[in-house]
């Protein structure tokens, strides 16, 4: 089966009203390709249009971000070339997070290390492939320990409460994506939150308020994800991330990213909490040396 062909994010990004501080953060965000230097790997689950180095950084330019953190994705597998050679490229002002396979040696992850990054990442949803292999997931989460990485862990919002037990276990720090994927019809009370709050009681967990559009159910703006960001940015602070999630794959609505920027600016009316969440959490956890 062909993979499925996915559009570009929108290339007329508005120029947001609110203005990032200095040192701000798109702490999820994705580089593919170019294809032509860097091919996507065979069977990937989706194909997307290039979205290279010079793009980003023209992006965040644009947006007022000076930082970002490159998340590894599906179309390049374990094949980590195009994310290692943008944060190379970025002058020290990007770090990543790779996806790895099981047999990888020791000597290749301090190699990623050298090379920015700081994490890895593991998907659990299902049109991404579903659930590692746990005790192979929980093997790799002890070696990157030494290394001070932490764990990225992309979720189905129904799967949350299933997977409870696992991720109260973490011996290292672990993000959870896209405010878990929890779908905003549901409500602040709905098993899924609730869930992701009672992990965030944890101090290793952290979470990341970026996927509005994955959250939301009534399309643009995006207003209906608002009141799970700000409960999380009000509860756990000094463990929130924010990202634009560019170039936004497999979204039933394409956002704006000029208009992300502003709406994050309405996940809290507090500047010291604004810049907690877009400086200072993203340097203690990728920039912390």
């Not at 032509?36 to 069977?43: A, E, T």
């Not at 020791?106 to 492939?129: C, P, T």
């Not at 070696?143 to 696992?166: E, I, N, S, T």
């Amino acid at each position: 089966m062909p993979a499925k062909i996915i559009p570009p994010p929108d290339p007329n990004p508005v120029k947001p009203g609110y203005k990032p501080p200095p040192g701000a953060c798109d702490a999820h965000c994705h580089i593919y390709g170019p294809a032509s230097k860097f091919p996507y790997v065979p069977g990937t689950p989706y194909l997307p249009p290039d979205a290279s180095f010079e793009q980003m950084r023209a992006l965040h330019s644009h947006l007022g971000l000076e930082r970002a953190v490159i998340v590894q994705a599906a179309p390049h597998g374990t094949d980590m070339r195009a994310t290692l050679d943008a944060i190379a490229r970025s002058g020290g002002a990007y770090r990543g997070v790779a996806v790895v396979k099981s047999d990888i040696s020791d000597s290749e992850l301090e190699a990623l290390h050298q090379g920015g990054i700081r994490g890895i990442r593991f998907n659990f949803v299902a049109h991404l492939g579903g659930a590692p292999d746990i005790p192979s997931f929980e093997r790799m989460v002890a070696r990157v320990k030494p290394l001070g990485w932490h764990v990225v862990l992309h979720f189905d919002a129904q799967d949350v409460p299933g997977y409870a037990d696992l991720i109260g276990r973490m011996p290292v720090p672990f993000v959870i994506d896209h405010m878990g994927r929890v779908q905003a019809e549901g409500g602040l009370d709905q098993e899924p939150f609730q869930t992701l709050l009672k992990l965030m009681q944890n101090p290793m967990a952290w979470v990341k308020l970026c996927g509005a559009e994955r959250v939301s159910c009534a399309g643009k703006p995006f207003h209906d994800a608002i009141p799970f960001a700000r409960t999380l940015i009000e509860r756990f602070p000094d463990r929130v991330l924010w990202g634009t999630d560019w170039p936004h794959p497999n979204v039933k609505w394409m956002p704006n990213d000029g208009e992300l920027v502003d709406l994050f600016a309405r996940f809290t009316d507090d500047e010291s909490l604004r810049h907690k969440v877009l400086v200072d959490n993203p340097t203690r956890l990728y920039w912390s040396d």
